[in-house]
């Protein structure tokens, strides 16, 4: 379509947009080809040796050909291995807990818009009292109570952040709903549901892939910090915050690595996410955008 | 004769939230007593200041808006429920254009789509059917795929009209259809509605605070003033020799270009706020022939010559016919 191409040639002109964009989409390569790139499979255990703990980088292994460029864990792991897989965990948590709060923030947010009256004013206020908890509160308390695994966390991340969705889809619909091109469908005929999906909703999603895209950096941070708190993912398939936290006792004593290359990891991901986000988010402005 | 569309002694009362958040909410009259008739292929042309509660009349004439009292006729009956299939009874034409058009569907595709839903027409044939109906408003079938953004004001006017059309109303609201148009492409929009009003016999509501495209294209005009009907009449006549205080005012601010043409002294003050509307007469604050009876008592309708009626104290019934 011309109006993709014209758009990502419009959010180029920004260059560290364009860099962070760049970093982000060879992050995703990463990690979804973590499997070929890794030297090692960090979760097989049959390919750890103890003997190699806590070495620093670019030392080579005892027993096997292998150099680990950037050191090893407290469990002779293979740090960049580790962070590959970790990468592909945070990101697969990230976008899944961002889908899964998208979907329910939608639905609540279309009908709370949609109803009005009571049946709004309830979804509302639920909505506030779950934003007046911190995020890492409900999260933590859901999860103490639910276990760890990555299916939980997801759930756990999406009950802690549909809020947002909810609270922009209502805004966004709420505004759409009143403009004319809405009550010229009705007059035409057009039924509930078709004016919702085929009007309505298309008009409210650019608003919406700005929330969602800063979310997915919200949401892998968030899970991070709960798996450094130890509440997030199991120890055997440890995420980029699961790494931090390994390392974060050996720190002090001179073995960086295996807290600092996760936790550099982390941010940069991080960070390009939001440079991205932040390009859309002007790029999709309706006031900036040229009619 | 029985009218096609009609509105009886309609009203609408908007609720405003009180301006120290903590006061009863307000009550907005918007529209007061209007009573409206179009006839089968008529155009009615409705003139007045902005914020008189034009707007609000259309969208309940066409019934996107449910009036607070008062009830909408259809030929004589009560207004029938929109089936959703066939043709549709009204459609509307929307002031602003580009914001009536869903900025993210090609302008073919939301031509097409409620004649398809509706039944008019089969999925094979609608794109024949869209191309047909673009060329009718003077717009290139090329222009199906194109976006909203894609066109200029006059071409989003006319793709409007088009998908209003393709419903095959009998009765369409023009709301200021042309006010956001300059001038040449006004006269075109103008033109087409009337070769379409011609070919197809629709009849015509036609909404605009511009006297002289009210009077080019209209058979009757209706006046209005602060949510209500102050004078009504064949437009020839109404024009010629208006009768409401108001009507001759408005008429005589509208700029000539005759040297020397006497000039009635412009209209004073701003139109007073419908959250509290002047005693009596509504106009009685601004009127220069005010007498003390329009402060206390609203004015009701007289006629004034054959079809025309008028409300206001001053006017003596059938005042014109005496040479």
Known sequence: MKGAAGLLARYAEDRVAAAALALFALLALAALAAPWLAPQNPYDLAQLDILDARLPPGSAAGATELVYRLGTDAQGRDMLSAMLYGLRISLAVGFAATAGGLALGLLVGLSSALAGGRVDALIMRAADLQLAFPAILLALILLAALGPGPGKIVAALVAAQWAYYARAVRGVALVEREKDYIAAVRLLGLSGPRILFRHLLPNCLPALIVVATLQVGAAIALEATLSFLGVGLPVTEPSLGLLIANGFQYLLSGKYWISVFPGLLLLGLILAINLVAERLRVLLNPRLQGV | ?323
């Open chain 2, 1 to 323: 004769m029985t009218a096609l569309f009609e509105l009886e002694n309609v009203g609408m009362e908007f609720s405003v939230p009180h301006r120290s958040s903590f006061g009863p909410a307000l009550r907005l009259a918007a529209l007061r007593g209007v009573d409206l008739r179009v006839d089968a292929g008529e155009v009615l042309g409705l003139v007045g200041e902005s914020g008189c509660g034009k707007s609000t009349l259309a969208r309940i004439a066409v019934g996107l808006l449910a009036p607070s009292s008062g009830r909408r006729l259809w030929q004589g009956g009560p207004f029938p429920r929109d089936t959703r299939r066939g043709p549709a009874l009204v459609q509307m034409v929307f002031q602003d254009a580009g914001a009536a058009l869903n900025p993210r569907r090609p302008v073919g595709d939301q031509i097409g789509e409620a004649a398809m839903v509706r039944g008019l027409v089969t999925g094979a044939a609608r794109a024949g059917f869209v191309s047909d109906w673009l060329t009718r408003v003077g717009l290139d079938p090329a222009l199906a795929g194109h976006y909203p953004h894609m066109l200029s004001g006059g071409q989003r006017t006319r793709a409007v009209i088009a998908r209003a059309l393709a419903v095959q109303p009998r009765f369409l609201v023009c709301d200021e259809a042309t006010a956001a148009l300059d001038l040449s492409v006004q006269a075109q929009v103008l033109n087409l509605l009337a070769e379409l009003r011609a070919e197809l016999g629709l009849a015509y509501l036609f909404i605009s605070h511009d006297l002289s495209t009210v009077r080019h294209v209209s058979e009757r005009v209706a006046v209005m003033y602060l949510g209500r009907i102050v004078e009504q009449g064949a437009a020839a006549e109404l024009f010629a020799s208006p009768q409401h205080p108001y009507t001759q005012a408005l008429l005589a601010a509208t700029p000539s270009l005759q040297a020397g043409a006497a000039t009635a002294a412009p209209l004073r003050g701003e139109l007073p706020s419908p959250l509290d509307p002047p005693s009596g007469c509504a106009f009685h604050p601004r009127c220069p022939q005010a007498i003390e009876r329009c402060r206390r008592e609203s004015p009701a309708w007289r006629e004034c010559g054959a079809g025309r009626l008028c409300a206001c104290h001053l006017v003596q019934p059938e005042v014109d016919v005496i040479p």
